[in-house]
């Protein structure tokens, strides 16, 4: 049995084809261009294959709500290509199979939670910073979502009394993701954070930013592990800086060894590494297939 994954970003659709383990057979990337032909590849790639399933993990926002008419659209993306465009029906006209369909950073933090760096945990916090900042929880063993799904990377944090930078969002300005996001680091700094990973002033003023964030979501959510991917989070020096921002921040309110004696065992990179989207995606192509075999019975 063989199910199909997505992972839909910004930059690129990542495609893969793998078993009901999320064990990968193949997989290709597609440059993210216009709607026609990015999606033209994507499907003529799984035209190869008979799936039982399509599980889809992209950027957003997203429609995830089951019951409106617009379920499985991109919505406002800063994309103007893709805004509004119908990407599970999309699927669904070419593969009359179940399709799940979440954002990409929900099926991230399903691939880490089920194969990856927080295994046999019920709940954990999966965080992408990369060219922009998203974030997927798992509580109690379940995606979290309510109205739609959690936008974490636009809250707002307290700016730096240093820093004068505006801010990159096109919404919020100084928003999380305004300040801390890769295009946001870049333009603050005149280059690409991997030509800027000696400059301890930029991994400083990163990591107290991205601090600030996690201690909102660890006094909200209480997540059993925290888990930091994207490109940005590839410069390792950043994690020691936010794990002292955080325990500053939290000034021993929290009193747990995973805020403690155990932070770098808790605030973590991903276990499955650049996989986890598209693992998570797999994993959603699972689950539709089992709903949808629940309901026949």
């Known amino acids: 049995m063989l199910f199909g994954g997505i992972e839909a970003g910004g930059t690129k659709f990542i495609c893969a084809v793998g078993d009901e383990k999320g064990n990968i057979v193949e997989r290709i990337s597609v440059s993210t261009t216009f709607p026609q032909e990015t999606m033209e590849q994507v499907i003529a790639f799984f035209k190869n294959y008979q799936l039982s399933a399509v599980g889809i993990g992209s950027f957003g926002p997203v429609d995830v709500n089951h019951d ?21 029906s999309t699927i669904r006209e070419s593969f009359q199979v179940p399709i799940g369909f979440n954002t990409d950073v929900n099926a991230a933090a399903l691939g880490e939670a089920t194969l990856g760096a ?26 979290l979502q309510g109205l739609s799904h959690p936008e974490m990377g636009h809250i707002l944090v307290r700016r730096h009394e240093n820093d004068i930078y505006k801010g990159k969002c096109p919404y919020h300005h100084d928003c999380l993701e305004g300040l801390a996001a890769g295009p946001a680091l870049e333009e603050r700094w005149g280059e690409k954070g991997a030509s800027l990973q ?27 592990k925290i888990i930091l991917g994207g490109g940005v989070m590839k410069q390792k ?50 689950q539709a297939y089992e709903d949808a075999v629940t309901r026949a019975k």
């Open 68 to 88: 409106s008419p617009t379920y499985g659209n991109i919505t406002t993306t800063p994309k103007t290509a893709w805004r509004d465009y119908p990407l599970v």
């Open 118 to 143: 927080a295994k046999g945990l019920d709940s954990c916090l999966y965080i992408t910073v990369g060219t922009g900042i998203g974030a997927g929880a798992i509580m109690q063993g379940k995606l």
């Open 198 to 224: 000696n400059k301890q002033e930029v991994w400083e003023l990163e990591g107290f930013y991205i601090a600030q964030a996690l201690m909102q979501y660890i006094l909200i959510l209480s997540p059993k």
């Open 237 to 286: 020096q950043i994690f020691p800086i936010i794990n002292k921002y955080l325990q500053q921040f939290l000034n021993n309110y929290v009193v747990v060894p995973e805020l403690t004696s155990d932070i770098e065992q808790y605030i973590v990179s991903p276990g499955l590494g650049d996989n986890a989207g598209i693992t998570g995606s797999l994993l959603l192509a699972v």
